[in-house]
């Protein structure tokens, strides 16, 4: 049995730092395990690259104050790259090789799980087999979807793609009910027609908006915003 207290204590130190001071700042130390994390944002404007860092900073050794846990990542887009998480990886080592001297780029790539879900099907039989992957890999804290928006749209009847996201979102909540993890999503922009106008928002709608905890904004000029919509985001930093 514990205290409200120690569990508390517990949670605020389980977080994924991003790298980006004011981002961390807002979001207490890092994105929480326990918490559906979005990252929106036009292509090119960074999402993927910071999926990637997350699952090298979700690897930090416990001793200089990380999860040093592993990642798995769920990839619609074919926008993963081992290259790129290659250099991210000898960057991060470089960074910290004076504070611990064992965290080497290449077990870093060895804790990123790969898997190919090229359309709705696949990913929604990967979300569903989630409790085998951490079944086997008790240490994954980090699940990425890189992209969660692209397959869904790619369905052609709106009520095809609604059940379809509410059930992927039945799924995580459930993961997360019973496994000690962070989900980190990404989702694009689009055009919407909303009171004569077209408007840009976010492609999955309100109700996927209510089932996510944190939304943050990422731009071409390296902006960042936090907020449900985009009337009520607010700039938290102009610097990567």
């Not at 910071?50 to 104050?65: E, Y």
């Not at 064992?102 to 709705?120: G, I, R, T």
Request: a positive charge.
């Amino acid at each position: 049995m514990r205290t409200a207290n120690s569990l508390f204590k517990s949670r605020q130190t389980q977080k994924i730092i991003t790298d980006i001071k004011s981002v961390d700042k807002h979001l207490h130390g890092g994105i929480a395990l326990g918490k559906i994390t979005e990252l929106v944002g036009m292509p090119g404007t960074g999402k993927t690259q910071m999926c990637l860092k997350l699952c090298l900073n979700v690897q930090i050794p416990q001793q200089i104050g990380g999860l040093e846990g592993k990642a798995l990542y769920l990839d619609t887009r074919k926008d993963f790259n081992p290259e790129r998480l290659q250099e991210l990886a000898m960057d991060l080592e470089k960074r910290l090789q004076h504070q611990v001297t064992d965290f080497k780029a290449s077990n870093m790539l060895k804790n990123v799980y790969y898997v190919d879900c090229p359309n709705a099907g696949q990913l929604i039989a990967s979300i569903l087999s989630l409790g085998k992957y951490l079944i086997a890999q008790p240490n994954i804290k980090l699940i990425v979807v890189d992209s969660l928006s692209f397959p869904i749209r790619m369905l052609e009847s709106v009520s095809e793609r609604t059940a379809l996201l509410m059930e992927l979102h039945d799924s995580m909540c459930r993961m997360l009910r019973i496994y000690n993890v962070a989900f980190v999503i990404t989702n694009e922009l689009g055009y919407h027609r909303r009171k004569r106008r077209w408007q840009l928002q976010p492609i999955l709608g309100q109700k996927h908006m209510h089932l996510i905890n944190e939304r943050i904004w990422l731009t071409e000029n390296t902006d960042y915003f936090v907020g449900k919509t985009l009337s009520t985001r607010r700039l938290i930093s102009n610097k990567a």
